[in-house]
């Protein structure tokens, strides 16, 4: 997602009848907007709606290609759409699926066969999203924001064109497969699913997948979670391969290729062996990560400089390019956190600068900290790792296995232990550490931990409790 500000903008309309394409350029020279922005995901919502708060004439475009199977969806980007918001629908369908096994341990009396409907919680999941896809227009028509279902690119530094939609492969992979933005939108189930691919999107839809008792097979490359902590990453696996998820680990597909029958036979190889194996599946969901789209932005042209590699735009720690007046924030800036809620808060930040309402910068530090600096304090031997298996309280009658729920804290070692990273494996990870990461925007220690009084029973007490070090052993 990419902010254009700095002088007001006028609209010119150009219609090409002979291609079906209507286009718009937004041209600074007698100007109508001061801020135009390309992209209706998180974090240009937030600025654009901040800036309009604080008396800016504002549009923004956003435009959705359709994936490779038509799957297309409405304003607010990957997280609301395809991320975050149907995918912790889908995984609490799960979660209750475990708790009704757990109930007969409690007491309920609940019939042995029990099977899942995909039609109706897809049905469920898919008209929530579109709430919220026609909440963000209401949004924006509320505070006067201009929305335009269109595509933008740049012509130079001022004037932005808009267009609507009118106008190394694996042999079978686009015609038969499947990503992560389609199977939040598939009306049928899909049944028997290989998930290629071990980056958080693959496991978190594997586990989903598997938890409303779907046949789940993932395909993994190298490693899990490559960029997250190694030992979590292994406890995340090991649950999900003791709860039904299989595994076929360094493995690479090399054809699909769909039987009359309709299945798809996919031959894969095993890099170790080097031997080639063959099965058959309903679905192939690939979830092999997203590439930054910022070719069709004509970004080069105009100056501002990008990532060749990853394609992604370099910018300054107040969110400006290479160009005076375009600025990026989200996942499409180099070096950011491909998170909602840290594109979010720099898109307000940045609305209120453009503005000259604030000074105040996005601070990164704390939240990449946990991720980045962790690693390199790792390597410098300078730190102390607090860690602890424990059982959740709810997991006892029930008999759950709780090898898997582990918790450790890593701490500077000199001083007062400033903490520098939680991880947690549980029930309701995210709501624990929510709370804690809080925290960190206050220099939490060790010892501010240790004189923390626990609420009781929970998960999250546990966090308070630590007193062994890894390296007393």
């Not at 395809?82 to 995918?87: E, L, Y």
């Not at 095993?270 to 969901?285: G, I, P, R, W, Y």
């Not at 789209?293 to 060749?308: F, P, Q, W």
Request: charged fraction near 20%.
């Amino acid at each position: 997602m990419a902010t254009f500000s700095r002088g007001r903008q006028r609209i010119k309309a150009l219609c090409c009848f002979r291609t079906l394409i209507c286009t718009r350029n937004f041209t600074a020279g007698k100007f109508d907007y001061d801020l135009v922005v390309i992209g209706g995901g998180s974090g240009g919502l937030a600025c654009s709606k901040e800036a309009a708060q604080l008396g800016q004439r504002v549009a923004v475009l956003d435009y959705v290609e359709p994936s490779l199977k038509g799957t297309k969806w409405g304003l607010g980007g990957t997280c609301v759409n395809v991320g975050c918001i149907p995918k912790k629908l889908m995984h609490q369908a799960a979660l209750l699926g475990t708790a009704v096994k757990d109930a007969r341990k409690y007491g309920w009396q609940i019939p042995e066969s029990l099977s899942h409907d995909w039609s109706t919680m897809a049905e469920a999941v898919q008209n929530h999203v579109k709430s919220l896809n026609w909440g963000h227009r209401v949004q924006l028509q509320d505070k006067k924001v201009k929305y335009l279902n269109m595509k933008g690119s740049l012509v130079d530094t001022h004037t932005i064109r808009a267009v609507n939609g009118k106008g190394k492969e694996v042999p079978g992979a686009m015609e038969f497969g499947i990503t992560s933005d389609d199977v939040f939108w598939l009306k049928e189930s899909p049944k028997k699913t290989l998930v290629v691919g071990a980056s958080y999107v693959a496991l978190e839809c594997a586990g989903f997948l598997t938890g409303i008792g779907l046949d789940t097979t993932v395909m993994v490359r190298s490693i899990a979670l490559r960029g997250f902590d190694q030992q979590m990453s292994g406890l995340v696996t090991d649950y999900m391969e003791a709860y039904g998820t299989k595994f076929s680990w360094k493995c690479t597909p090399k054809s699909i290729e769909k039987l009359p029958s309709g299945l798809l036979r996919v031959t894969w190889m095993d890099l170790n062996t080097k031997e080639e194996h063959q099965d058959t599946f309903n679905s192939v969901l690939w979830a092999v990560g997203r590439a930054s789209e910022t070719k069709t932005l004509n970004l080069e042209k105009v100056g501002v400089e990008i990532n060749k590699e990853t394609g992604k735009i370099i910018v300054a720690t107040d969110e400006a390019t290479s160009v005076p007046n375009i600025f990026a924030i989200g996942d499409i800036a180099e070096g950011r956190p491909e998170l909602t809620p840290t594109a979010i808060k720099a898109g307000k930040l940045l609305a209120r600068r453009l503005v000259g309402h604030s000074t105040e910068l996005m601070n990164y530090d704390n939240v990449s900290l946990l991720l980045h600096a962790y690693a390199f304090i790792l390597v410098r031997s300078l730190f102390l790792v607090y860690h602890a298996f424990y059982k959740p309280l709810e997991f006892t009658v029930a008999e759950r296995d709780a090898t898997q729920c582990y918790i450790k804290v890593v701490c500077l070692r000199e001083g007062d232990q400033r903490v520098l990273g939680m991880h947690f494996t549980g029930p309701n990870a995210g709501e624990v550490t929510q709370g804690f990461s809080l925290g960190f925007q206050c220099g939490l220690t060790y010892e501010h931990l240790r004189n923390t009084v626990g609420i009781h029973p929970t998960c999250a007490e546990e966090l308070i409790k630590l007193n062994i070090t890894k390296r007393s052993g």
